[in-house]
């Protein structure tokens, strides 16, 4: 009946995204807490922290007592986020017990790369350039080009697929004057421009052009439409997501301080599980660390399913 | 490339879902307000209120007030609610006012009628048919036969197509005896059970069995769904559809308090023209009815895209 694939691989980013944009202050030990409960659940990638300057991202300021902190689970990559050599050197300590790969991030818009890292899309290939390089010198593979506002973008409008396109061209040169090997593209929706139908026609155009290349999703939930253009994505196959637990996180540099953020895993586990498409994660324990983040951030989060329960929890109930 | 409609009808429920939940009190003149923002936005069709019994629910205690008071818009469907003779004869009063048609109103779920009605499906079947023939002996046309929890219920766990049909046939039984002509029939996923699959699957059962009844869906986003239910719907050619502006509304007599309610109209308004789907609906107008909500009501809806505003808004910005 659908294409719909087997397996899904979601990576978990609901700690640095989320811890970064909350108000907090958020203890270290229930930073801690977050990760390890979210090990348990069965995910096998998770986004422990964010190496950056903690005059910018104060709620980062404890990154090395995070990583150091918490226990890891057997079989779970737990990754981190970087922008510069700095933020390298930090991550770099922590190679035996963090995943470091590198990525080379772009933009298809103009407009946001402007507005968001001060520099020209030119610019920002000059910096990734080098960025590439220093990775593959500490032996850091850079396996990954990302695509930020790949669907559209706050400050430019409507971006067309040729328009991510050429920026993947961009990142793949870089990666071949650097001799960096590239596994899959990562595909943004930075602030929530995409639909079913630009999934559609987005990931449509870029197969196209690199048929055997593996396309994987970071989708925002700011305008509501995440869970059903997820929904296109599985109908097309494509079988990697980054999601927030609880809908954790937002996008305050995007000029909307109240927009949601990322698509919530917990749905798109639902929505996953459902389908007959299998994640590897038991969801009633994700729906209880997604009620835990609640507590620990203070407020209500965006995930409804954390509010409603599962399916699954119904049915036994109801069974019994 | 897809079978998707060229205009979507939405039937506006915030007014009637949203103030019989909110704990309120809300003002008779912030009714109005919001009752005639709606109406200015070019949605054609408005449930105003509930004439249910001021005791179980206060928040429509002063449904003839609300009634008597708005001020209607050519061309704008108002409608309203009642689940007996003394609803009916209240509604029966602004007959000049409003659209009075009645519904049949089944459940496919057993355990939900008990738990909602306090009743059997056979009672519930007898108290339908009596209801239906005092229907038409008011003149009042009884074109719907509305199915909730036609995707599955807390209380029982999923419910199969071979159930909605079942009480579809019921219905039909119903409508046949009284004399009543159905012209649609209307799914509810009452406490958010539909995935995208569901949705197929529910709505090619029932299309195989008649394939000339309109079908409507009136959907919950109770755990996130909504809006991937309501695009595989469109893709299936479903063109009406119940909605909530804010995602005003709720599911309390579910056992789920926390839980979110209808689908919010703005996102599925959204979805559709984003598609090229026509609603004769103005987005920003009706994002701003949603701010005027949530004032109203004093709490976060479950909107993302009231916070985040519309694509066309920002499309404008970038063009200036």
Redesign the interface.
Known sequence: ?TDLPKHVEIHEEGPREGFQIEPGPISTADKIRVIEALAETGLSHIQACSFVSPRIVPGWADAEDVVAGFTPKEGVDYTALWFNASGLNRALVFRNKLSITGSIALCASD?FTQKNLHRSHADNVEAMKKQTALHLENNVAVPRIGVMAAF???????VAPAEVIRTLEDGLAIAAEAGAEIKYFSLADTM??A????I?RGIGEVRSRWPDMKIALHLH?????A??N???ALKLGVTQFDSTVGGLGGCPFAG?P???GNI?T??LV??CE???IDTGIDLDALIEVGRMAEVIVGH?L????V?????DA??R???A
């Open positions: 009946m407009a559209g973008c706050n400050y430019q409008g409507d929530g421009w639909t079913p139908m630009r559609e939930d700011t305008r509501g439409l869970i059903a997820a929904h296109a909307q109240l927009a949601a919530c917990e749905e639902l929505l459902e389908m007959g209500v965006p995930s409804e399913l509010h409603a329960g599962s399916l119904f049915r109930k109801a069974a």
